[in-house]
């Protein structure tokens, strides 16, 4: 019984091994007839995106619409979550195990600079690149070259649970973060246990607070870069937030990954957090007439407070053998049709023509916040400041937790001003 | 796991290799048949797998390590596939830095507590098992055997339960006991609580392997030696100084000397309970070397402190060998 055992696990390896051998044997005689542009039998493109990102039916119809293009050639989706993402790509452009790839606004400059993107300037028009918003493709380009095609763009806002809100008495949204304060103490007093979920490491929304009062978390000294949370703006920011977070029993320590505050939420003892539109939770788990959004309010009511414009582009491998194959899944992938898609399913496409696509309610909450939106400084050494363990989040963490906010600024600054001058 | 315990299995029978006799026939064995090529061969062909697999599996990738060490390896030299030489400019950045000793002493600390908490505790589960009746032994050691067979990661994940702040079971205990402020304590919120739990839980996944093989050790002293010194009004701390002590000797230098590599190198139970956080206050070596070089993407710099790492792990072990050889000597 034990001998058979053993000889089956032996087998078994072997027959992995054998896998092995011939599935990378095919991928070479597939790379040596691309000389044969009309047959793309065998052939297969990787594409990476984000978790949350691309909608299923978004997925679906571009792979039909790619392989009925590129007869015989395959698209294969994965999926990637955004935790050690960095990592995971380095080592993808290394080996040239993806084609195409969504990278980060805030990463792209940084990937651009270490030569794994490939220069797709001159197809730029091809794809559509002359009506691309000129403020969402910035992200895009380095050294006046383009290495990336914006894709989509999405901001944060208050997405609540009106039934808890009524039952608490209060009627409509805030315009003020005053008037949000009091109705956060109104649905503490009707013993909501989280008024709002705010964990203490959600930076973006500490990052859209700074930005919208002008003032930046690093910023340009001569040459180089600086940590700038030791600034009068960062820190009445950073006051906003800890007012904000007082009243919510999230742990001040995490970020809104772990746990997902979008499995937090649906639970009905969340009165409202601050998420993204495909946080918020399915019809299945909330009845999609109970949850209600509306953009973080600011100090006053002309204008909503600012926010993190986080975005995707998609870029091409340079280490890519099939190259050809990936700038024609970026021409359907970019296409006003899926681009529209996009749009309808809440985010900001990259064409403004389609924006008028975003009707959905929380399109609609955050399309106005989005203009008082800033992005990271657009520069390649940006990508280390978020490399774990991030030092915005590690400090946000000390100083909710009773830290003096100007040292650990001091401390902070030195960080962050570390990790900008970082060669590459 | 398999390797782990070998080292411990040559050193336990130790006091038997005293009467110098089973040595002497293996030894002689092979003699007697002559010295045909075959059976002259016989022993490094039997040694060869063990050794290929060594060779393979330690030191090509320690031999690749220090390469990469040499080189200012980050994400650009990576993926364009450059080799940049520095020579040993990774080496000097490390140890004219502070964040390097400062991690060096946390480790040193952490080990000491650890191995001296794994020894006092796995000495006196391994007394207590040789004490027990047939009945609760068994039941002791099936305890002790699941604790150790857990994997790291499932440990650490238990852990993390047991100690969540909201609904974690040590928390609401520690409540119903009376302690309300407990209710909702961060455990994870400041360096010392942080290693509180990290400590335990390599205590707890470590005293197993300590405790079993006290008791075989402690099965091999006859029962004469303690009748005898009772007969001379020993007490329990007595005989463990003047009996069992002496007897084990062997068994707790190589059991010290083990348990200081483990925990010294131990990563996925520090990693997984926080990190190395809050603030980076609980990276160990093995932490910090996986967050410079693989976190932050300097794959040069990693790799000089692994080696370094290595280097401090093989200066704590010059006592351990010269006792080895000197006892070798006197074989």
Redesign the interface.
């Known amino acids: 019984m034990k001998r058979q055992l053993i000889a089956a696990v032996g087998v078994a390896a072997m027959v992995v091994g054998v896998a092995a051998c011939s599935s990378s044997k095919s991928s070479d005689t597939a790379s040596s007839s691309s000389s044969k542009p009309a047959n793309y039998n065998g052939k297969t493109l990787t594409a990476w995106f984000m978790d949350g990102s691309a909608p299923q039916a978004w997925q679906d119809g571009v792979k039909a619409d790619f392989e009925s293009q590129f007869p015989g050639a395959k698209l294969n989706i994965q999926i990637q979550k955004w935790d050690g993402i ?2 995971k790509i ?2 993808a ?2 080996e040239g195990s993806v084609d195409v790839l969504e990278v980060g606004n805030t990463q792209t400059a ?2 651009a ?4 993107l490939l220069d797709i300037t001159k197809d730029k028009a091809d794809l559509g690149g002359s009506d691309w918003a000129s403020n969402l493709n910035a992200s895009s380009v380095l050294d006046g070259k383009q290495y990336a095609a914006p894709w989509y763009f999405a901001n944060r806002v208050v997405i609540y649970n009106k039934g808890l809100w009524t039952k608490a008495g209060i009627s409509g949204a805030p315009k003020t973060l005053d008037e949000f304060y009091q109705d956060l103490d109104k649905l503490k007093a009707a013993g909501v246990g989280n008024p709002i979920y705010l964990p203490g490491q959600e930076w973006y929304t500490y990052f859209g607070l700074l930005a919208g009062t002008g003032g930046q978390i690093a910023k340009q000294s001569g040459s180089s870069w600086v940590g700038n949370l030791e600034s009068p703006e960062a820190k009445a920011a950073f006051q906003t937030y800890q007012k904000l977070q007082s009243y919510s ?1 999230a ?3 995490k970020d809104e990954a772990t746990p997902q505050q979008m499995t937090i939420f649906p639970k009905g003892d969340v009165g409202a957090m601050i998420g993204l539109g495909w946080e918020a939770p399915a019809p299945k788990d909330m009845p999609a007439d109970n949850v209600g959004y509306f953009p973080l309010p600011g100090l006053t009511a002309d204008k909503p407070s600012g926010v993190f414009l986080g975005g995707s582009n998609l870029a091409v491998a ?2 890519s053998k099939n190259q050809d194959l990936a700038k024609g899944f970026l021409k359907i992938a970019l296409s006003d049709k899926y681009e529209g898609m996009m749009a309808a399913a809440g985010l900001v496409p990259n064409k403004t023509s389609l924006n008028a696509l975003a009707t959905s309610d929380y399109a609609k909450a955050a399309i106005p916040a989005s203009t008082n939106g800033a992005t990271t400084p657009n520069i390649p050494a940006w990508a ?1 400041v978020e ?3 991030n030092p915005i989040k ?1 400090f946000m ?2 100083a909710l ?1 009773g830290g003096d906010y100007d040292s650990l600024a001091k401390k902070y600054d030195d960080e962050i001003t570390k ?1 900008l001058a ?3 | 796991m398999a390797v782990q315990s070998d080292p411990v299995r040559a050193q336990a029978p130790g006091p038997s290799n005293t009467d110098g006799a089973v040595p002497g026939d293996s030894l002689s064995g092979p003699r007697r048949s002559g010295p045909g090529l075959l059976s002259r061969f016989a022993p490094y062909a039997l040694l060869a797998p063990a050794m290929l697999a060594t060779l393979t599996l330690l030191l090509w990738p320690l031999v690749n390590t220090f390469v990469l060490s040499l080189q200012n390896l980050n994400k650009r030299q990576l993926i364009q596939h450059l080799t940049e030489w520095t020579g040993f400019s990774n080496y000097t950045d490390q140890l004219t830095s502070a964040d390097f000793w400062h991690t060096t002493e946390r480790s040193v600390v952490f080990t000491a507590i650890n191995v001296v908490l794994i020894m006092v505790g796995g000495t006196l589960v391994g007394l207590l098992l040789n004490r027990l009746g047939s009945k609760m032994r068994l039941t002791l050691g099936v305890g002790l055997i699941l604790a150790w067979a857990m994997p790291f990661v499932a440990q650490s994940t238990v852990y993390l339960w047991l100690f969540d702040s909201r609904y974690g079971v040590v928390n609401w205990g520690l409540d119903k006991l009376g302690w309300h402020s407990m209710a909702t304590y961060n455990w994870t919120g400041n360096q010392a609580s942080t290693f509180f739990v990290i400590i335990l839980l390599i205590v707890w996944g470590s005293i197993p392997f300590v405790a079993f093989n006290m008791y075989a050790g402690l099965t091999t002293i006859p029962t004469e030696l303690y009748e005898a010194a009772r007969m001379d009004g020993a007490g329990a701390f007595k005989i463990f100084s003047s009996v069992i002590y002496p007897s084990l000797k062997p068994f707790f230098l190589g059991t010290t000397f083990l348990e200081i590599i483990w925990v010294f190198k131990s990563f996925t139970q520090v990693y997984t309970i926080d990190g190395g956080g809050p603030e980076r206050s609980t990276e160990t070596m093995p932490v910090y070397s996986f967050v410079e070089g693989i976190g932050n993407q300097h794959f040069g710099v990693g790799s000089a402190i692994a080696i370094l790492t290595m280097v401090m792990l093989a200066l704590a072990m010059v006592p351990y060998f010269r006792v080895i050889l000197k006892q070798e000597d006197e074989l």
């Open positions: 960095g990592q380095t080592t452009l290394s940084g990937y600079a270490t030569g794994g029993a742990p001040k320590d340079q280490a280390n490399n774990t363990p590690d963490a000390a937790q990790r970082q060669k590459n």
